[in-house]
Each structure stands twice: as C-alpha cells, then as structure tokens.
C-alpha cells in the first residue's frame, strides 16, 4: 500500500523558512513524477511545484525563485525548501506522487496523495 507522508509546516513569520519533507513508501520511487500541491481556505488546491524523474523542475509564478524542490530517491523522499514566506503562501500543502510526464497537471491526474501539513504565515 502507497502511503506520502509530509512533515515540516508549522507557524512562522513573514520573511521565514520551513522545509518541507514527503517520505514515500513507494518501492519504484524514481519512476514518478512528484509534486507539491497547496490548498487555502476556500481556494482551490493548486500545483507549486514539481519535479520529474530526470530531475526537471516546474514553479508557480507566486513562489518562482523563493521555493526549491528537490528528491532523494536513495530515500524515497521528496523535499520543498520555502524562503521569504509570505502571508498568502498559508494553506495546507500535500504532497503527490503520479506518472504522468506534464510539467503541471489537474488534481484529478494523481495517482497518490499524501495527509497534508499545515503551513501558516503570520504577518
């Protein structure tokens, strides 16, 4: 059974950091496309980030040049290093893992989703 787990939200100031990290139990890890998503009250959840099994990277405008996404595929991990926090970057983020080769793609194309970690950005 696929499991995602995320760690790493929390509560911090407008201007900081958090890492956030995806451990996957998936035994071809290397094989899938992984992908940060974001989730606001009443807002739809939307792509932040991916990257590809070759290692190609996509970015939301909203968080180009202030968040990282990387993968540790010895680890079955995946990571989102998030700098200069801003307000409207609060929301929960989830973790997801698919096989498609779309740089962006509709939450109705993931295979696996993690539980969710809460990220909140105080001004």
């Known amino acids: 059974q696929v499991q995602l787990v995320e760690s790493g939200g929390g509560l911090v100031q407008a201007g900081g950091s958090l890492r956030l990290s995806c451990a996957a139990s998936i035994r071809t890890f290397s094989t899938y496309t992984m992908r940060w998503f974001r989730q606001a009250p009443g807002k739809e959840r939307d792509v932040v980030a991916t990257?590809?099994?070759?290692?190609?990277?996509y970015y939301a405008d909203s968080v180009k040049g202030r968040f990282t996404i990387s993968r540790d595929n010895a680890q079955n991990t995946m990571f989102l290093e998030m700098n200069s926090l801003k307000p409207e970057d609060t929301a929960v983020y989830y973790c997801?893992?698919?096989?498609?080769?779309?740089?962006?793609?509709?939450?109705?194309?993931?295979?696996?989703w993690g539980q969710g970690t809460q990220v909140t950005v105080s001004s």
């Open positions: 997801a893992a698919d096989r498609t080769t779309a740089l962006k793609i509709p939450t109705s194309l993931v295979d696996y």
């Open positions: 990257i590809m099994r070759s290692g190609s990277t």
